[in-house]
Nanobody, 115 residues
C-alpha cells in the first residue's frame, strides 16, 4: 500500500497563491505518475495537473499559465504551485500517485478562494 499525505490548502483571496504538497510513503515500487485532481461541490472530479516520470506534464486548460506542477522523485513528493487564484478554483484538491498500474489517492485538501 502507498499512503499519500497532502498539505497546503486553505483560504486565500482572489489573485493570491497557494502551494500544495503531497508526499507518498509505504510500499512504493515505481511511481510513474503523480498529480492533482479537484472536485467542487456538485461537480465531477477533474484532472488539474499531472506529471509523469518521463517529465511530461498535463494541465487543465483553465489553469494553464497559473498553476505549475513539479516533482521531487527522490522524496516521492509532488507539488502544485497555484498563482492568480480565482473563486472558481475553489474545490477539494486530491493528490494521486500511480504505481505499477494501481492508483492511490490522498485524503483531499480544501482550497477556498474568496472574491
Amino acid at each position: 500500500q502507498v499512503q499519500l499525505v497532502e498539505s497546503g490548502g486553505g483560504l486565500v483571496q482572489a489573485g493570491g497563491s497557494l502551494r500544495l504538497s503531497c508526499a507518498a510513503s509505504g510500499s512504493i515500487i515505481n511511481i510513474n505518475a503523480m498529480g492533482w485532481y479537484r472536485q467542487a461541490p456538485g461537480k465531477q472530479r477533474e484532472l488539474v495537473a499531472s506529471s509523469t516520470s518521463g517529465g511530461a506534464t498535463i494541465y487543465l486548460e483553465s489553469v494553464k499559465g497559473r498553476f505549475s506542477i513539479s516533482r521531487d522523485k527522490a522524496k516521492n513528493t509532488v507539488y502544485l504551485q497555484m498563482n492568480s487564484l480565482k473563486p472558481e478554483d475553489t474545490a477539494v484538491y486530491y493528490c494521486y500517485a500511480r504505481d505499477l498500474g494501481v492508483t492511490y489517492w490522498g485524503q483531499g485538501t480544501q482550497v477556498t478562494v474568496s472574491s
